[in-house]
T-cell receptor, first 117, second 113 residues
Framework: AQKVTQAQTEISVVEKEDVTLDCVYE???????LFWYKQPPSGELVFLIR??????QNEISGRYSWNFQKSTSSFNFTITASQVVDSAVYFC??????????????FGSGTRLQVQP | GAGVSQSPRYKVAKRGQDVALRCDPI?????LFWYQQALGQGPEFLTY????????KSGLPSDRFFAERPEGSVSTLKIQRTQQEDSAVYLC???????????FGEGSRLTVL
């Protein structure tokens, strides 16, 4: 069974602070994908990143960076110089990589990030 | 628009009523998923279509839930004899190919009184 744990329910920071959102996962699959999604108040889940389990290189995209550590089953997400527009609920998710017809994402419970001006 | 469209955005139903939620995926997208998101929780998988074939319905919580995608595009999630525990946001997502990125709609918020 797959499981994703986001232990931080809510984080509040002041604008321009850096913030890291934690994600720990469990899976028996040897190949899998990890994701981060952003859910603003409008409700639509916005895709941020997908990582293959074979690719442990960290990734940076503008103010966003991701740290994938297979040894600790973690896929943490850091926002540098946070902005008010970053306020949202962020979800980490996991799916198997092989196509068996079921490619459902298993989501964590989410971390609500509030960035205060 | 070019995104995934869901309707209605909000639905209030009396307990025992049947409801139907519609999803218009992005044109040409092969894969379509339905998820259920309870308040304060992450989305939970309900069912998956590849074109018109429903390949996985293991997440449907009971036989009161039924989904279809008869022509491989628009999908409808039907809930019969709604119960209060069915209150949630129902999210639809589509993908251009089997292993592609998922694009989510804004969801249909169902409240059962």
């Amino acid at each position: 069974a797959q499981k994703v744990t986001q232990a931080q329910t809510e984080i509040s920071v002041v604008e321009k602070e850096d913030v890291t959102l934690d994600c720990v996962y469990e899976t028996r699959d040897t190949t899998y994908y990890l994701f981060w999604y952003k859910q603003p108040p409008s409700g639509e889940l916005v895709f941020l990143i997908r990582r293959n389990s074979f690719d442990e290189q960290n990734e940076i995209s503008g103010r966003y960076s991701w740290n994938f550590q297979k040894s600790t089953s973690s896929f943490n997400f850091t926002i540098t110089a946070s902005q008010v527009v970053d306020s949202a609920v962020y979800f980490c998710a996991l799916s198997e990589a092989s196509d068996t017809g079921r490619r459902a994402l298993t989501f964590g419970s989410g971390t609500r990030l509030q960035v205060q001006p | 628009g070019a995104g995934v469209s869901q309707s209605p955005r909000y639905k209030v139903a009396k307990r025992g009523q049947d409801v139907a939620l519609r999803c218009d995926p992005i044109s040409g997208h092969v894969s379509l998923f339905w998820y259920q998101q309870a308040l304060g929780q992450g989305p939970e998988f309900l069912t998956y279509f590849q074109n018109e074939a429903q390949l996985d319905k293991s997440g449907l919580p009971s036989d009161r839930f039924f989904a279809e995608r008869p022509e491989g595009s628009v999908s409808t999630l039907k809930i019969q004899r709604t119960q209060q525990e069915d209150s949630a946001v129902y999210l639809c997502a589509s993908s251009p190919w089997v292993s592609g990125e998922l694009f989510f709609g804004e969801g249909s918020r169902l409240t059962v009184l």
